[in-house]
């Protein structure tokens, strides 16, 4: 593990700022709900309600477990990141120019917004009027969007143990990482965040979270680009190993 110098945090002050101050804000959230304004006990109140009525699953609880699941595994995932940034190696060619640099962040920066102010304004029950859906396709669809989710948030955090002092949010270049996922895949934290984020648009319920997805995956694709350019600019290893792995899922032959 790489020291964790005071020239270390200085350098890296903005994007440790960044991701400390959104964890510190889905913490908030998330205690606020459960705790503040007395969420888990009305959560409590509300199933054995349910149950002692034998009424169908009741969508307001879907909605605040779904709301619970999706902070977190979205603080766990970004609690994560801030630490694989103090963990990290130096690079061996660092980010340059604004595709190297500014779009990378970019792509990280509009989905954690996005979905932040998306889990921040969550409403089950509004949603069911505005649209008009059925109680059990909202369990459904929570139900789906938690497996998603979690399938994506599993891989992520698989991903970033195999990276650990190789991650970066620009495109710079440490050691190349052939361990894990990474022995098939030559992306699978991009692949990961992919599945995590489809979770999350699913768990949103709304065309604006389906939108962010949409947008999210183009911009990812474009950053693995933009890095497997400069790998092979860096590593010579890497041309091999981007023939022998496959872009974002496992070569089939």
């Given at each position: 593990?790489a020291?964790?110098?005071?020239?270390?945090?200085?350098r890296?002050?903005i994007?440790?700022?960044?991701?400390?101050?959104v964890v510190?804000?889905?913490?908030?959230?998330?205690?606020?709900?459960l705790?503040?304004t007395?969420g888990?006990?009305?959560?409590?109140d509300?199933?054995?309600?349910?149950r002692?009525?034998?009424?169908?699953?009741?969508p307001l609880i879907v909605g605040?477990?779904?709301?619970?699941?999706y902070?977190?595994?979205?603080?766990?995932f970004d609690a994560?990141?801030f630490?694989?940034y103090l963990?990290r190696?130096?690079?061996?060619n660092r980010?340059?120019?604004f595709?190297?640099?500014v779009y990378p962040?970019?792509?990280?920066?509009l989905p954690?917004?996005?979905?932040?102010?998306?889990?921040?304004t969550?409403d089950?029950?509004?949603l069911?009027?505005?649209?008009g859906l059925?109680?059990?396709f909202?369990v459904?669809?929570?139900a789906?969007g938690?497996l998603?989710?979690?399938?994506?948030?599993?891989?992520s955090?698989?991903?970033?143990w195999s990276l650990?002092?190789?991650?970066s949010?620009?495109?710079?270049v440490?050691?190349?990482?052939?361990?894990g996922?990474?022995?098939?895949?030559?992306?699978?934290?991009?692949?990961?965040e992919?599945?995590?984020?489809?979770?999350?648009a699913?768990?949103s319920?709304?065309?604006v979270?389906m939108?962010?997805?949409?947008i999210a995956?183009?911009?990812?694709?474009?950053r693995?680009?933009i890095?497997?350019k400069?790998?092979l600019?860096t590593?010579?290893?890497?041309?091999?190993?981007k023939?022998?792995?496959?872009?974002?899922?496992?070569k089939?032959?």
């Amino acid at each position: 593990m790489a020291p964790v110098s005071l020239k270390k945090l200085k350098r890296e002050r903005i994007p440790l700022l960044f991701f400390g101050t959104v964890v510190s804000l889905k913490v908030y959230f998330l205690v606020d709900t459960l705790v503040l304004t007395g969420g888990w006990w009305k959560l409590l109140d509300m199933i054995r309600y349910s149950r002692a009525g034998g009424d169908e699953v009741d969508p307001l609880i879907v909605g605040m477990v779904t709301y619970v699941f999706y902070n977190i595994v979205a603080i766990l995932f970004d609690a994560l990141v801030f630490a694989s940034y103090l963990m990290r190696l130096e690079p061996k060619n660092r980010a340059k120019g604004f595709w190297e640099t500014v779009y990378p962040l970019a792509t990280v920066l509009l989905p954690v917004i996005g979905f932040t102010w998306l889990a921040a304004t969550y409403d089950v029950q509004a949603l069911a009027v505005r649209y008009g859906l059925h109680p059990m396709f909202l369990v459904m669809l929570a139900a789906a969007g938690m497996l998603i989710g979690a399938t994506g948030a599993i891989l992520s955090f698989a991903a970033l143990w195999s990276l650990k002092k190789s991650f970066s949010l620009m495109a710079e270049v440490r050691e190349l990482v052939t361990t894990g996922l990474y022995r098939r895949i030559r992306h699978p934290l991009y692949m990961a965040e992919i599945i995590h984020i489809l979770g999350i648009a699913i768990l949103s319920a709304t065309l604006v979270g389906m939108g962010l997805f949409v947008i999210a995956v183009t911009m990812q694709v474009v950053r693995a680009k933009i890095e497997e350019k400069k790998f092979l600019q860096t590593v010579p290893e890497y041309a091999e190993f981007k023939k022998n792995t496959g872009f974002l899922w496992p070569k089939l032959w």
